[in-house]
């Protein structure tokens, strides 16, 4: 093949893979009884009634005369985390089987335990097509899990955003009254630092954070920033700041003020918020503060700065100090 038409095959390659497709195992018994497969995103369902479905094995694959020959296969959709089945599927290996969890089905075919969906297949008829064959099958029998699928598009194995963590931005405020710190006490009995709701952009979790709290009888004005890390477990970056209490005729009923180096016993269990109210404890006995910032998931830093705070400009407007140059 000359340079043009290669270049030419790469370029419909790169315009078919564009199709976003799921990801599938197809199945079936060689001549001697052993289980045999493939990785294929060319799976389409075809008819209802009857049930058909097609696949399209290519021509030069080791296993083409079993599949074009077989009156069975079977079609695995793979779920979201098979990603090591595909692959295993797709790459030269002796037997890819070994090791993997899979049961016989109807007429004895190879079954992927944890696919999304499975088909048990009849030989419909076979196309022939160019550099490929489309493998028409009747469907005998389906079952599906409700496991969410694996996703195949651009050359990349992908996940639909259902299945990714959902993610977010948590303020919570470290709030002082006459030197003590505000804890809410949870439904398990633990005490915890208040934390808003979870949101996409931080000024909305901030927003979330204060009315949460006015709203329950705990109006705060939030002054600086305490703490900010992600927490990879739960999937939110979080944004611990130093607030001061409002003044109050009472606090609600589920909140108590505690002197930061006189912490109840039953504390939260939650690692990041431990450490917020144990750092605050430390510097408050020392005197001194510090902001702590995680660097991803690895330990981070606390940088310790001088106190006070000042008004700033609205950086978003047009006449911004960063036009009309730097506020005195
Ligand atoms: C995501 C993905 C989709 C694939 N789709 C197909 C397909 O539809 N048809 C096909 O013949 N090969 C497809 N392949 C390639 C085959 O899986 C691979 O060439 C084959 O397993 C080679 O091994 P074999 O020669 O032992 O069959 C696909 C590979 C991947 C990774």
Redesign the pocket.
């Known amino acids: 093949m000359d340079e043009a038409a290669l270049a030419r095959k790469k370029a419909l390659r790169q315009a078919f893979s564009a199709f976003a497709t799921g ?1 599938t195992v197809v199945t079936a018994r060689d001549a001697g009884g052993r289980p045999v497969g ?6 389409t369902s075809v008819s209802l009634d009857p049930p058909l479905l097609l ?4 021509k ?5 005369a079993t599949f074009s020959m077989a009156d069975h296969f079977a079609v695995n959709i793979l779920s979201a985390g098979q990603q090591e089945v ?2 295993r ?4 290996v002796t037997n890819r089987f070994a090791g993997l969890a899979w049961h016989a089905g109807p007429e004895g075919l190879p079954l992927i335990d944890g696919a999304a969906a499975t088909f048990a297949c009849v030989r419909h008829q076979l196309v022939d097509a160019g550099d ?1 064959v489309i493998l028409i099958g009747e469907v005998l029998d389906s079952m599906t899990t409700g496991a969410e699928p694996l996703v ?1 598009s651009r050359g990349r194995y992908r996940e639909l955003a259902s299945t990714m963590p959902e993610g977010g931005i948590r303020v919570g405020v470290v709030a002082l009254h006459e030197g003590r710190v505000l804890l809410r006490r949870t439904a398990e009995g633990t005490w915890e630092l208040p934390l808003g709701p979870v949101q996409p952009l931080f000024g909305h979790a901030r927003n979330g954070c204060e009315t949460e709290l006015a709203k329950a009888g705990a109006a705060v004005t939030i002054t600086h920033p305490y703490s900010i890390y992600d927490d990879g477990e739960k999937g939110e970056s979080r944004f611990f700041f130093m607030a001061e209490l409002e003044p109050f005729a009472a606090l609600p009923a589920d909140m108590a003020l505690f002197a930061p180096d006189d912490l109840p016993p039953d504390l939260t269990r939650d690692p990041g918020m431990r450490d917020v109210l144990l750092r605050h404890g430390r510097e408050h006995r020392k005197g001194r503060y510090g902001v702590y910032v995680a660097r991803g998931q690895a330990p981070g830093s606390v940088s310790h700065m001088t106190g006070g705070s000042e008004r700033w400009p609205d950086i978003f407007q047009p006449d911004s100090y960063l036009r009309e140059g730097m506020p005195k």
Do not use: E, I, L
């Open positions: 990801v493939f990785t294929a995103n060319s799976f696949v399209c094995p290519g030069t694959s080791s296993n083409f595909s692959h599927f797709a790459t030269p490929h195949f």
